[in-house]
T-cell receptor
Framework: DAGVIQSPRHEVTEMGQEVTLRCKPISGHDYLFWYRQTMMRGLELLIYFNNNVPIDDSGMPEDRFSAKMPNASFSTLKIQPSEPRDSAVYFC?????????????FGPGTRLTVL | ELKVEQNPLFLSMQEGKNYTIYCNYSTTSDRLYWYRQDPGKSLESLFVLLSNGAVKQEGRLMASLDTKARLSTLHITAAVHDLSATYFCAVDANFGNEKLTFGTGTRLTIIP
């Protein structure tokens, strides 16, 4: 398996622009997680899905952020409008609860810079 | 709210030395995960600890879990430079959800 795939790997945009981050989870995984990592705040869970349904979006910072999972193999995280404080590395992770495990496998991340 | 604390936050050590990273958490759990992150890279799963007294070893790294003390340790034996990375512990809180709560990370630097 190719692992979790994210695109783009790097994104530089200007304040006010819309940004869309994409994720393809590992085939067969039924959980998908979006995280944000910054030096100041560490690793934060933004939202997660189970079987394409959003379960907990309490970590989404504000209405400018939205996430969708239209099918089992694709998810997007959108920021509209973007602000400089959104600059961070965004990770997507996938996993499954087989055998009671909750091991999550992380993608390579998208480094977002908002100017 | 589950809290996960790691210490130290930063650790600089010489090659060949031994050291331990500690992960304390605030609620009952018998499932704990250790991850490694190299600079500019993603998080890589290292160990999965699923019960009290669980011990896992891989090369110079050994992880253990004491659920009664709510403590996990990551022990480094005879450190080598390529172990330099940030190490995270993450706790599964058994709340019936699938969240992992991550510690703040320990940035380990091995000095030749």
């Amino acid at each position: 398996d190719a692992g979790v795939i994210q695109s783009p790997r790097h994104e530089v945009t200007e304040m006010g622009q819309e940004v869309t981050l994409r994720c393809k989870p590992i085939s067969g995984h039924d959980y998908l997680f979006w995280y944000r990592q910054t030096m100041m705040r560490g690793l934060e869970l933004l939202i997660y899905f189970n079987n394409n349904v959003p379960i907990d979006d309490s970590g989404m910072p504000e209405d400018r952020f939205s996430a969708k999972m239209p099918n089992a193999s694709f998810s997007t995280l959108k920021i509209q409008p973007s602000e400089p404080r959104d600059s961070a590395v965004y990770f997507c992770a996938s996993g499954t609860r087989d055998r009671g495990l909750n091991e999550q496998f992380f993608g390579p991340g998208t480094r977002l810079t908002v100017l | 709210e589950l809290k996960v604390e790691q210490n130290p936050l930063f650790l600089s050590m010489q090659e060949g030395k031994n050291y331990t990273i500690y992960c304390n958490y605030s609620t009952t759990s018998d499932r704990l995960y250790w991850y490694r992150q190299d600079p500019g890279k993603s998080l890589e799963s290292l160990f999965v600890l699923l019960s009290n007294g669980a011990v896992k070893q891989e090369g110079r790294l050994m992880a253990s879990l004491d659920t009664k003390a709510r403590l996990s340790t990551l022990h480094i034996t005879a450190a080598v430079h390529d172990l330099s990375a940030t190490y995270f512990c993450a706790v599964d809180a058994n709340f019936g959800n699938e969240k992992l709560t991550f510690g703040t990370g320990t940035r380990l630097t091995i000095i030749p």
